[in-house]
């Protein structure tokens, strides 16, 4: 059997292609593509590391409504110990769940008058209001 050995085939080369030096203008279309390459890039690991706190902040928001009926539910649980303990004084047990009731209305009372005071003591930014009114002048040189 004879064997056929191929013969090397060359690419012909420009000898003054490896020897120059880039252009002015390759150079800029060169750092040009690499500037879009690396900000398409910079987009893309943007939005996986969107995507995955999103995962995670959506987890989290799910766990805390979560949480937040559980301890609804834990209230109401705590009210129906409450009313029964009160009524192992003598009370009628509808008396005892009343008493709780208005306990209730008591704290959100309370809570809403707290809270009316502290939302009165907001005011407007006065300093910071009259300071950016004079930005203007400051702009044309008027101190």
Do not use: N
């Not at 064997?3 to 490896?18: E, I, L, Y």
């Not at 690499?34 to 902040?57: N, Y």
């Amino acid at each position: 059997m004879a064997t056929v050995q191929a013969k090397p085939t060359s690419v012909p080369t420009k000898p003054t292609d490896k020897d120059a030096e880039p252009t002015i203008g390759g150079l800029v279309i060169d750092a040009s593509r690499d500037i879009s390459t690396l900000i398409s890039k910079e987009i893309q690991l943007a939005k996986s590391e969107l995507k995955v706190s999103f995962k995670h902040g959506g987890v989290g928001i799910g766990l805390f409504a979560g949480a937040a009926f559980i301890g609804i539910l834990a209230v109401i649980m705590l009210s129906i110990a409450i009313a029964y303990f009160l009524s192992m004084t003598g009370l009628h047990l509808a008396w005892c769940f009343l008493i709780v009731f208005g306990l209730y209305l008591l704290i959100a009372a309370l809570l809403a008058l707290i809270g009316l005071k502290q939302v009165k003591q907001v005011k407007a930014p006065e300093r910071a209001m009259s300071q950016g009114k004079q930005i203007p002048d400051a702009l044309r040189g008027r101190a």
